[in-house]
Structures are given as structure tokens and as C-alpha cells.
């Protein structure tokens, strides 16, 4: 079992910069694939940027250039950094853990409960 607890997310303005922090419990996080996913208001759970345990990294266009996630096995923590957030970035941003380095969200086997990321313009 891996437990997920996300951090970091709050109100900003148009242009700023966020980063979130996932931790996980669980001996054998760096054997897993961590992704993070967004839902806006009123809109599907969309991917968002993942990274494998080697560190390979795949990302959302709408993210690309913008956003970067990372990991830090000794501290069992994944990060996003964002950057240059858009009024479109606004939504709840939950992390996922799971077996296989993918964007589908139906691959990953553990869910954090989410965080609020809200861009004003």
C-alpha cells in the first residue's frame, strides 16, 4: 500500500509560480511511477506530467516548457514545479502513484486526496 498526501496548492495571480510536494509512505516509492493529473471546474481528470523511477519524464502539451515534476526517493516526495500559470491551470491537482510509466490515469494504482490550485487573472 502507498499512501499519498499532496501540499503546496493555493490562490496566485497570472504569471507566478507554484510548486507542489506529494508524500508517500511506503517502502518502495522509488520502484514507482509518480504522475501528477488535474481537474478543472466542470471538466475530466486530464494528465498532467509523470516521472518514472529512473527519472524519465513525460509531460501535457499544455504544461510543456512550463511545468516540471521531479522526484526524491530519500525524502519518498515527488514534486511540480509550475511556472507562468495560466487562469486555465486552475483546478484540483492530485498525485498518483503506480506500477507503470504511463499518462493514462486508469495505470496508476494510488490517489492522493488532491489540492486546489486556483489562478486569478
Known amino acids: 500500500q502507498v499512501q499519498l498526501v499532496e501540499s503546496g496548492g493555493e490562490l496566485v495571480q497570472a504569471g507566478d509560480s507554484l510548486r507542489l510536494s506529494c508524500a508517500a509512505s511506503g517502502r518502495t516509492f522509488s520502484s514507482y511511477a509518480m504522475a501528477w493529473f488535474r481537474q478543472p471546474p466542470g471538466k475530466e481528470r486530464e494528465f498532467v506530467a509523470t516521472?518514472?523511477?529512473?527519472?524519465?519524464?513525460l509531460y501535457a502539451d499544455s504544461v510543456k516548457g512550463r511545468f516540471t515534476i521531479s522526484r526524491d526517493n530519500a525524502r519518498n516526495t515527488v514534486y511540480l514545479q509550475m511556472n507562468s500559470l495560466k487562469p486555465e491551470d486552475t483546478a484540483v491537482y492530485y498525485c498518483?502513484?503506480?506500477?507503470?510509466?504511463?499518462?493514462?490515469?486508469?495505470?496508476?494504482?494510488?490517489w492522493g486526496q488532491g489540492t486546489q490550485v486556483t489562478v486569478s487573472s
Open positions: 516521472i518514472s523511477w529512473s527519472s524519465s519524464t
Open positions: 498518483a502513484a503506480g506500477s507503470v510509466f504511463r499518462t493514462s490515469s486508469t495505470r496508476y494504482d494510488y
